[in-house]
């Protein structure tokens, strides 16, 4: 076992909190639900970035390459100045939501370069222009911008073109679970000396005014080269600085004067650090040198291509000259941090791949974030504070009252989506389980806890609305996780874990079945589930032209999720073999939607379309007979996702499931008939679910991987090329909406246009796609060949027509013949750059024809199943699969 893994062990095992440090820090605080208190809801205005240097938060804290301890009690991060900016850079920049022409987006340079799940090593990357930071240029420049438009960005201003910048690394090292040493190296990059001061930055979280904190914790000056930290609670941390900076102390207290015009409640504020270094400005500084916010400041002057470097090393004990032993600090955890990389990726050789799948990792440890939000004290406010305005209390999730978030959570991008997302964090945790399944599963849990799920069953779904409806994948993640965490762990199942999700999942089930299947008839609805601007219409407000829809999606979603219970329930059984019941209620419901799809009510209504072989969603209007909207998009796909192939042995040892499925087979033979085939075994007498028979089944699939619909060179893209030329519309009370194939940004303002699922390649669907065929594989053991593209006259068993998915997503960060990364567009500074073009951004989604970056540009979350996809594209194909002589068959 190597170290990292040890460290691991330890964690688990509560006798080392190896992770009680961790880089816990948002990188946007502001502009977020938590910290509104406007009786209109309009988050992004109550708090800007601007107002943010002088206003101290209530629920959270923010910084630039910033670490924490798990409750976020004692905060560190970095703060910079180029000696121009007209404030310190101690956040990170971007446009809000009605700033950005394609919504909100981080204007910055940075990169998650290196982290271990125990944060025992980790780094990353910030360039920092060396120029006046072009803030308003930004913000003016997208303002005249259309969706049709591209995003300008801050490579667009020309502020890197002659290379003058910062190339700043922060690294962490831990000798002890609160034994850290911290080293930023920076480099001008710049054919000028340049001048900036480095600020690394300790303050406190403002808990001291809620009644938790009944006594003030204190930052203060020990000599001119260390910090006492003191809190009653968790004793003192000492920070010992290299060199010879200046320290400088303040309170983390809002500005009150600046921000509202009404008098200051107290002296020392927390803006003081930026007014002092910018304006030379020290009233608001404590002469005295304590306080709850303190920073160390030097200053630089570099020169060209030259570099400097700021040290520093916080401990739980006083150690005399304890920055001397940084670098060999620092030294050790990267060769361990080297060891563990090496044999998670023991199968993958090609260089490029495991520095993609390296960063890949990276990017989902750092964007691990405390997330603290009780929803009842935030209606309510806090006991002799400012009372929140009473519109509120009926306002956003006012009906979830029990909610109460304090814990480490996954984010999907720690700018652009600062919380959690259900159906997000479910694809996290999948590539997550093959670095840390501990956290993996502790992540899944989370979300079933009674303080998260609603006491109806639903799970909270993101901050903005815990009530929209996201597509129900955390089963899937769950027998997912437990089977990469039993194979890992020699074959034994975590029955606790999988038990426990199990019981709260049949809750989630039900409310699935009771809130949308409103008239009973297993054809299930929920709105825009997560896919934005997939639909010709709102699909969350379908009631706005008195219409009812009836999803082809939702409808399968469920089909997925019923067969993900049976799944569980037969993995259950190898501890208790009472869960073959549960296994023949959800074979029930399988089987009774796949019915529903054909035959809505006895209708003779399907979301099948026969003329098209495809699956579209129904609309329901007055007085009008159903009409097929018939617009080809992944919800016509996701059917798919619907299968789970199963060993006939496991049947033979549950003789009461196998009797009720066999009672099945005989009383309800229409039924059966609709499934692929249950009845007869498979490749290793396997036995198939599926909603898709063969005929389905190859005429998706013909759809799918047809280069002038859904297959692009990177993947399936989220809606058919068909709709380039051919735009579906559909006319309801006088309005034509119209749907149009767009590969990359989204030109509608459906759910405030920043994002778009009418064209670009999503990484979360497009795992679903190749996770499907590979279990129709396990099944037909390579006697399904596929022809494979549409149209070539190739033919290639599933299993390799999966590969071959995965590797045109791989494909979207990989190096080309010309060593450019298709991620990157055309944007020459990112390819060709020896200081850029091997550093990874991981975005939201990518564009339908060329593969370049879009959306969220740091969304490692579920863009980070990259690396599973790294993973499993190296795993060993099967005997019956001849490799190269057989790829092929004509």
Known sequence: ???????????????????????????????????????????????????????????????????????????????????????????????????????????????????????????????????????????????????????????????????????????????????????????????????????????????????????????????????????????????????????????????????????????????????????????????????????????????????????????????????????????????????????????????????????????????????????????????????????????????????????????????????????????????????????????????????????????????????????????????????????MNGGKGDQEFLERCFHKLMINFTWWVNQKDSDGKNIFEGGFLGLDNISVIDRSHAHHYSGKLEQADATSWMAMFSLNMLRISLDLCEFNNSYQYTAGKFLEHFLYIAGAMSNISGENISLWNDEESFFFDIIHLPRKEPQVMKVKSIVGIIPLFAVESIRVDMFDSLPDFKKRMEFFLKEKPKLAALVSSWIQPGYEKRRLFSLLRGHRMKSILNKMLDPDEFLSEFGIRSLSKVHEKNPYSLKINGDIMTVKYTPGESDSLMFGGNSNWRGPIWFPINHLIIESLRKFDYYYGGEFPIEYPTGSGNHLTIDLIAKELSLRCIKIFLKDENGYRPVYGKHKKLQEDPYFKDYILFYEYFNGDNGSGLGASHQTGWTGLVAEMIHKYHKPQKDNQENAEAIFRI
């Open 1 to 487: 076992m190597n170290i990292e893994r040890q460290r691991l062990k330890e964690d688990r095992e509560w006798k080392k909190h190896w992770k009680k440090w961790g880089p816990y820090l948002t990188e946007r605080q502001w502009g977020t639900v938590r910290e509104d208190y406007s009786p209109n809801g309009a988050a992004w205005d109550n708090v800007t970035h601007d107002e943010a240097k002088s206003k101290a938060y209530r629920w959270g804290e923010e910084g630039i390459g910033g670490i924490s301890d798990y409750k976020q009690k004692l905060c560190v991060a970095w703060a910079f100045w180029n000696g121009k900016d007209p404030i310190i850079k101690e956040r990170l920049f971007g446009l809000t939501g009605p700033q950005g022409n394609h919504g909100e987006d981080v204007k910055e340079l940075y990169y998650y370069l290196d982290s271990t799940p125990s944060h025992s090593y980790m780094k990353m990357l910030y360039k920092y222009p060396q120029n006046a930071f072009p803030y308003k240029q930004l913000v003016e420049e997208n303002r005249i911008r259309t969706k049709n438009d591209p995003e300008f960005e801050i490579l667009n201003t020309g502020l890197f073109d002659n290379d003058a910048y910062f190339d700043i690394f922060i690294e962490y090292a831990k000798e002890d679970i609160e034994d850290i040493t911290a080293i930023a190296t920076i480099h001008n990059r710049g054919k000028e000396d340049a001048e900036i001061w480095v600020m690394p930055t300790i303050w406190f979280r403002k808990n001291w005014f809620t009644g938790h904190e009944p006594f003030m914790p204190k930052l203060s000056k020990i000599n001119e080269q260390s910090i006492k930290a003191y809190s009653p609670k968790s004793g003192n941390y000492f920070f010992s600085f290299d060199g010879e900076p200046e320290l400088k102390f303040c309170d983390n207290e809002t500005n009150r004067e600046k921000l509202y015009h009404i008098p200051n409640e107290k002296k020392y504020l927390k803006d003081a650090i930026n007014d002092y270094v910018v304006h030379n400005f020290s009233q608001h500084l404590n002469p005295d040198n304590y306080g709850t916010k303190a920073a160390a400041i030097y200053k630089f002057r570099i020169p060209a291509g030259s570099s400097s470097v700021v040290k520093f090393r916080m401990t739980h004990q006083e150690i005399k000259e304890s920055v001397l032993s940084c670098d060999e600090i620092l030294k050790v955890r990267k060769k361990e941090a080297d060891e563990f990389y090496a044999e998670i990726q023991d199968r993958v050789k090609d260089k490029d791949m495991r520095n993609i799948q390296r960063q890949a990792f990276a990017g989902m440890m750092w964007s691990k974030q405390f997330y603290y939000y009780n929803v009842e004290r935030w209606l309510e406010g806090d006991p002799g504070r400012y009372t929140p305005p009473k519109e509120r209390k009926k306002g956003r999730n006012h009906n979830w009252r029990h909610l109460h978030n304090y814990d480490i959570i996954s984010m999907p991008d720690k700018w652009e989506y600062p919380w959690y997302a259900a159906w997000d964090l479910a694809f996290h945790c999948i590539p997550i389980a093959r670095i840390d399944p501990d956290f993996a599963k502790s992540q899944l849990v989370l979300l079933l806890n009674d303080w998260y799920m609603h006491p109806n069953g639903q799970i909270p779904a993101y901050e903005w609305n815990f009530s929209d409806v996201n597509p129900p994948v955390h089963a899937y993640a769950v027998q997912r996780v437990y089977q990469i965490d039993k194979k």
